[in-house]
Nanobody, 129 residues
């Protein structure tokens, strides 16, 4: 079965860092596009970052560029989201999602929830001021 498990969230102060992990089973990341989403209290879920070996791309929402870095470890079949210089507005539940097969035009649609086929349950990130 295809499974995604997000982990690594926690409670931190503004300016600190966290590294989130998305561990996959039942497939390899080389064949999928992976997206990170977050949902803040009272707000809609939004795309944060993505990585696709298939399309050879990484991308980020503007508000996290320069602070967040997405990467993959093929041996561990895991995707990471390194989050530095965290701000209170980064608070939310973070989800990882996988898309297979990748959509034509995925590079321009990675931030849309409907682009993905599988979802993890999420991990809570709370940033205090």
């Amino acid at each position: 079965d295809v499974q995604l498990q997000a982990s690594g969230g926690g409670l931190v102060q503004a300016g600190e860092s966290l590294r989130l992990s998305c561990a996959a089973s039942g497939f390899t990341f080389d064949d999928y596009a992976i997206g990170w989403f977050r949902q803040a209290p009272g707000k809609e879920r939004e795309g944060v970052s993505c990585i696709s070996k298939y399309d050879s791309i990484t991308d980020y929402i503007d508000s996290v560029k320069g602070r967040f870095t997405i990467s993959s470890d093929d041996a561990k079949n895991t995707v990471y989201l390194q989050m530095n210089s965290l701000k209170p507005e980064d608070t939310g539940v973070y989800f990882c999602a996988a898309a297979w097969p990748p959509l034509i035009g995925y590079a321009s649609k990675w931030h849309e929830e409907q682009s993905y086929d599988y979802w993890g349950q999420g991990t809570q990130v709370t940033v205090s001021s």
